[in-house]
């Protein structure tokens, strides 16, 4: 994660287990959070999984801005 931080990839062709320890890594943090934070984190989820799973617009400018984002950024913020 911390060399995806420097080299900013804009794809990233990996292989399951990597994407596993990646999942893992954000799941968790995912899971220390409560109250609004929490809320948040799991809408912003619940949306983003309804909008893929509908067709081929998945952005949603809110949850996009507060929550996957910083996702994004540990990636190195140019992967798509």
């Not at 320890?21 to 943090?29: E, N, R, S, T």
Request: net charge positive; with cysteine.
């Amino acid at each position: 994660m911390e060399d995806c931080g420097l080299l900013h990839p804009t794809t990233f062709p990996s292989v399951p287990r990597l994407f596993n320890k990646i999942y893992g890594k954000i799941h968790a943090q995912f899971k220390s959070f409560t109250g609004m934070k929490r809320w948040l984190v799991d809408s912003a989820i619940e949306s983003k999984t309804a909008l893929i799973k509908g067709g081929p617009i998945y952005k949603h400018k809110l949850y996009d801005f507060l929550v996957f984002n910083k996702i994004k950024n540990l990636l190195g913020g140019k992967v798509e």
